[in-house]
């Protein structure tokens, strides 16, 4: 047997009391005697919350996902709720994707939470997760809870809470829940269910998601139009099959096709290297598709249906992929001009984005005379902005991930609205003899080209968690001076909450929650973060530049990534 820490047996020996099953124990056994390294990633620290909630590789340990850690999850939130809810009869809903033991772990949950009083509304299969938030405010539940990881590898699982307000939970409520959870032993959760506190929930929130989703999303478009627009549509295995075709036929489109082989919802995700749709190689089979049927747009969407990857013709004819900022840049510019057509535009509106999607966002809010509003990376800070807020309405929140949602009626990001848009605004395009290529292109040339590109670095396990820091420090210890020939101007360090500006000598204070994220601004008006993943073993590098023409961006680009040695 390989050396094991002290510390990490001393905490893998509590999993081999009777407190956790046989299978468990089992489990544990085997790691201490053959497998020292995943034995020390599964107990070297406890799962943590991230940017969207929890996320982790499932499987036995403190820094897994299991029934254990879930458990404890759920009843130090069943504490926290009767704290802050000491006079109410509280309710939650769970909603869970296609992943491996999703369904089994949303029970698992759901006995949790019936065994402390709390009645639970339960779906009795896999649905969106922007399908839960609007379920929590649509049935004035007091939290929700989904079980996903969002496009992470199959071999990953998560959960994610919400609060009332639809949107997921931020500080300092996020720690309050962390602090009941840590007060724990795992011999506190009651597992035991209250099965007359469960009940099970389908068509009376996918009817009203649905219309509230075509009544958000729809602006004006004639019938011709939608009955012109070829779609081709791939849920890459996920849960968007079980609302966006509802959707999209709810709301007068007849011509789209699914991508048949991968409409089957998997956790294994057997088609694709990986389901994310910021990866081009995810729509491959939704391209061909569109090839074989002469289609004018491609959707893909993740597996729980929160964000969503396009690709439409170019003027060439031939498909393109649009990266999120682009998708955010073409649906923010669409619904400002369908709100300033309408006159509804008196000044308490905003926009929503985030720190290190495109700075053109803000520019063309602004040209609208609309409020634009920057938050930290992740959709539950566009949703604080929304409850902070309750004088403004937000006209859409989007970030460069692929992730964008229209209105307030979801506060999370919500692909199966957002789809919807999309083949809006297809539609009118088309219709005038344009496409959402030659729009994208139109706004470029009122505000100047700009063009982004993201790098994850993978850096696994406890080794690759350590040189993630590692990286972060020198950064922040040592900054670049220059940058692609540009001296950098400005410095951003969200963890110490201070902008430093190097050519005034100047420094003040930011007024954004603390973040372990640094910004670098050049002369010539490029930008580079770098942050972190908060759901996966990554730091990831966001660069943006911008220019006169588009043909002077990539190799700009280029540039940064060869002298910043992020290849």
Known sequence: ??????????????????????????????????????LEDSFYKNLEFG????????????????????????????????????????????AYDCRHNSKDL?????NVFSAN??????????????????AVRYLNCHCGIVLTASHN???????????????????PQDEEIIAEINALHYSDIKFTAEGILIHITDEQVDVPFAEASVNNGSFNTSKEAKDALK?????????????????????????????????????????????NPEEPEALEMALTQAEAEQADIVIGTDPDCDRLGIAVRNNEGEMVLLNGNQAMIIKTHFLLEQWKKAGKLNGKQFVGSTIVSTPMIQKIAEAYGVRYMEGLTGFKWIAKMIKDHPDLQLIGGGEESFGYM???????????????????IAAQMKQKGSSVYEYLQT??????????KLISMVKKGKSGAEEIQEILKTYRNNPPSVIAGSKVSIIEDYKTSISKDRLKNSTKSIHIPKSNVLIFYTEDGSKIAVRPSGTEPKIKFYISVNGDTQEELQPKIDTIIQDLNII
């Open 153 to 171: 590898p199959p071999e990953y699982n998560g959960y994610k809470v919400y609060w009332q307000d639809g949107g997921q939970l931020v500080p």
């Open 1 to 38: 047997m390989r050396y094991i820490d002290p510390v990490i047996l001393e905490k893998a020996n509590t999993w081999l009391t009777p407190i956790f099953d046989a299978e468990t124990q089992h489990s544990i056994k085997e790691l201490i005697a053959y497998d020292s390294e995943t």
């Open 443 to 452: 706004i470029y040339k009122e505000f100047g080209y700009y063009q982004e």
């Open 106 to 110: 949303a029970k698992v949950v759901a």
């Open 51 to 94: 940017t969207g909630g929890m996320r982790g590789i499932m499987g036995v340990g403190d820094n897994r996902i299991n029934k254990y850690t879930l458990g404890k999850n759920t009843q130090g939130l069943s504490n926290y709720l009767k704290k802050c809810f000491p006079s109410e009869k509280i309710k939650v809903a769970i």
């Open 406 to 424: 229209v209105g307030d009626f979801v506060r999370d990001k919500d692909a199966v609205t957002a789809t919807l848009l999309i083949c809006e």
């Open 231 to 275: 779609i081709v549509f791939t849920s890459l295995h996920g849960t968007s099959i079980t609302m966006i075709p509802k959707v999209l036929e709810k709301a007068g489109y007849t011509q789209f096709s699914i991508v048949k082989e991968q409409a089957e919802p998997n956790g294994d995700f057997p088609t694709v290297v990986s389901p």
């Open 117 to 134: 009083g709390i009645e639970v509304y339960l779906f009795s299969d896999l649905r969106p997760t922007p399908e839960l938030s609007f």
